[in-house]
């Protein structure tokens, strides 16, 4: 089961800090990804991070801005997330991959939380 955290409203240039709960399973095992999906559009991926969190990967549109982690002690997975533009407005799910590598499409996750809402203001 993974569970979300951590959404809600934030002017432009602001910072927000998402958090993954995993349990029911060996976290630490799994690839992990952070996926956002706004109105009308389909699920894409925002950052992924391999079981160890040496290798991470991240779309075009929040690099330099977006940081993912994991503390594996701890079963969490963490999206620091800055500079923040409306563009970001979406809900922000967490995913566990059925692949050993960092996989940008939905197809390779297996589960995924209930979602959190991010909303950016101008």
């Known amino acids: 089961q993974l569970v979300e955290s951590g959404g809600g409203l934030v002017q432009a240039g602001g910072s927000l800090r998402l958090s993954c709960a995993a349990s029911g399973r060996t976290f630490s095992s799994y690839v992990m990804g952070w996926f956002r999906q706004a109105p009308g559009k389909e699920r894409e991926f925002v950052a992924g991070?391999?079981?160890?969190?040496?290798?991470?990967n991240y779309a075009d549109s929040v690099k330099g801005r977006f940081t993912i982690s994991r503390d594996n002690a701890k079963n969490t997975l963490y999206l620091q997330m800055n500079n923040l533009s409306p563009e970001d407005t979406a809900v922000y799910y967490c995913g566990r991959s059925t692949v050993g590598a960092i996989s940008t499409n939905t197809r390779a996750y297996a589960s995924w939380g209930q979602g959190t809402q991010v909303t950016v203001s101008t």
């Open positions: 991070i391999s079981w160890g969190g040496t290798s991470t």
